[in-house]
């Protein structure tokens, strides 16, 4: 029966990672033409509706899905059916008013949300999000309670189904609204309104998944008072919610006190300021990728370490850190350094309309940025695996300070301006990435050894990265008058090259091992593949 479940819990695991995965590269297609689609100034509007969105909901809707599937999970392991169909009614009433009160926010103090950002050209895509917050609430409800039941297939499927309809829908208005001669803020509303019309398709999903599901048997046991369930809940939610939320808090202030630095300390009007920070969102959204592959290996890590930490498995823990550790340097140095050696010419190549020695500044200081947010995630998982669950919320909270002093202070000097935003985004998770490696050092009782761990894949990197620079360089030269194909080929000859180098180099310098593919999907195939022992 433990067997049963444990493979259930990772055949889960694997489920949820494979949606997100899938979730990530679908966000990828939709910004990158959405962006062009919109330009730099539409970008701006577009994502600052979208961090007001993305803060109330993390603050709303976290935390609670994560205590309701626990709860859930626990009642049902107790035979408490009752319990369990109670603690969802009692959820699924807090996050309807917890959506009701972000949607009157959005909806009803929509120029307000917009003034705080000093972009009152967000307005109206603020507007268009706020009825998604409310049908989030009831998809957070729905996902908690089959997710507590060890069914995490409907979350994945309503995620994908928000996705693509962001896609399609979203692109598709977009382009109509443009062409229809409507302003370009109006165009970032009707992208956005795609957004809602996903989390509408994807609530009818998981609501009718919910009811073909539903059984109703002749149980027995006494369930608790809604008051008692309230109270657990929001226990167990806070702490969770809370580091969870935390970015997406300093995010929306940092964009605040940026875009207000550049029109108040600058004087940029409100135009020149959107297409400063147009360009520094579209840079964000390459940035993002390298985090996105990390999702398989940050899931997967808890539950190994755990397990070895429950059997007092010294040797076992210490082998899953440091192979952990060794596979997100392997991953996160080349693709930030790739993304730094390349930045000018990737940023011309995906967005044409921008200006791109600018995208391809901030988008270089933001690959370096990448390296430190992977190494973040990892060590939060190794942390929340050894039970240290409020260490990466402190952390992180000293990093968002940083992050919002830097730029604040930064952005009003005139040479470096819009600079200051990747900077500051470098700088704190730099701080936040040290401090937690740190923490992991002085919680493992096998210390790891980051030297040996990261010198190997460090120095491959760079070696991939030079190499990509200077043969980009040389098919520049030749190339740069080729059109869109000649940019194609410039980028995509010196991408593939480095992936050639790389790949040799880890081979020849036997930087990986077994256990470090064991931590990879399909792991051990490609352990035999390339002979590793």
Known sequence: MAEAKKQSFFGGAAVLAAGVIVV????????IPLNN???????ADFYNAYNIYAALLTVSTTGLPVALSKMVSEANTFGRENQARRIFRVSAATFLTLGVLSFCVMWFGNDWCARLLTNPRAAFGIRMLAPAVVCVGGLSAFRGYAQGNFRMTPTSVSQIIEAACKLVVGLALARYLLRAGRDVSVAAGGAIAGVTVGTVLALSYMAADHLRHRVRSAAQDIPDEPGVILRRLVAIAVPITLSS?????????????????LQNALGYSVDEMRYLYGTYSSGMNLYNLPSSMMTALTISVIPAISSALTRRDRAGTA????????????????????LWALAEPIFALLYPRYDAVLGGQLLAVLGLASIFVCLMLIANSILQAHGHVRMPVLTMFVGGVIKVVTNYNLTAVPRINIHAAPIGTLTCFAVVAVLNLILVYRTAEEKPNYFALFTKPLLASLLMALCARGSYALLAARLSRGGTMGRLLCVGAPVALAVAVYAALVVALRIITKDDLALLPKGQRLARLLRVK
């Open 37 to 43: 689609i919109l330009g730099p100034e539409g970008a």
């Open 319 to 338: 082998r899953l850190v440091g192979s952990s550790l060794r596979v997100t340097g392997l991953l996160a140095f080349p693709m930030g350094l790739g």
């Open 245 to 261: 939320s935390m970015v997406s808090i300093f995010t929306l202030l940092d964009t605040s006190l940026v875009q207000g630095q």
């Open 24 to 31: 990530k590269i679908i966000g990828a297609i939709y910004k």
